[in-house]
Nanobody, 127 residues
Framework: QLQASGGGLVQAGGSLRLSCAAS???????????VGWFRQTPGKEREFVAA????????HYADAVKGRFTVSKDNAKNTGYLQMSGLKPEDTAVYYC??????WGTGLTRTTGYDFWGRGTLVTVSS
């Protein structure tokens, strides 16, 4: 299973680091999985934020977060991360992590590109 954590309330301009912990027999090693981050606000569709391919060498960002967010994963810890800085009120959302076996390429920017999803963690950015 996947478990996202690290959300909270932060002022505009601040930083947060979200974690996505993978556990269970399916995720014996996160090294075989791409990790993606998506976010969703009430009444809107889930939107792509960032993703890192299973190899770690192919990374994608939504235009809205480029230069502010950094996606990574630590295979030894079976954990993916989303480092968020320069947060804006419009970044407020529930953030979800997802994983895809041997995932890579632009398919990682779509929700359909993932087999596994974790529960979300709420990020609230105050102005």
């Amino acid at each position: 299973q996947l478990q996202a954590s690290g959300g909270g309330l932060v002022q505009a301009g601040g930083s947060l680091r979200l974690s996505c912990a993978a556990s269970g027999r399916t995720f014996s090693t996160l090294g075989n999985y791409a990790v993606g981050w998506f976010r969703q606000t009430p009444g809107k569709e889930r939107e792509f934020v960032a993703a890192i391919a299973w190899t770690g060498s192919d990374i994608h960002y939504a235009d809205a977060v480029k230069g502010r967010f950094t996606v990574s994963k630590d295979n030894a810890k079976n954990t993916g991360y989303l480092q968020m800085s320069g947060l804006k009120p419009e970044d407020t959302a529930v953030y979800y992590c997802a994983a895809d076996h041997k995932g890579w390429g632009t398919g990682l920017t779509r929700t359909t590109g993932y087999d596994f999803w974790g529960r979300g963690t709420l990020v609230t950015v105050s102005s």
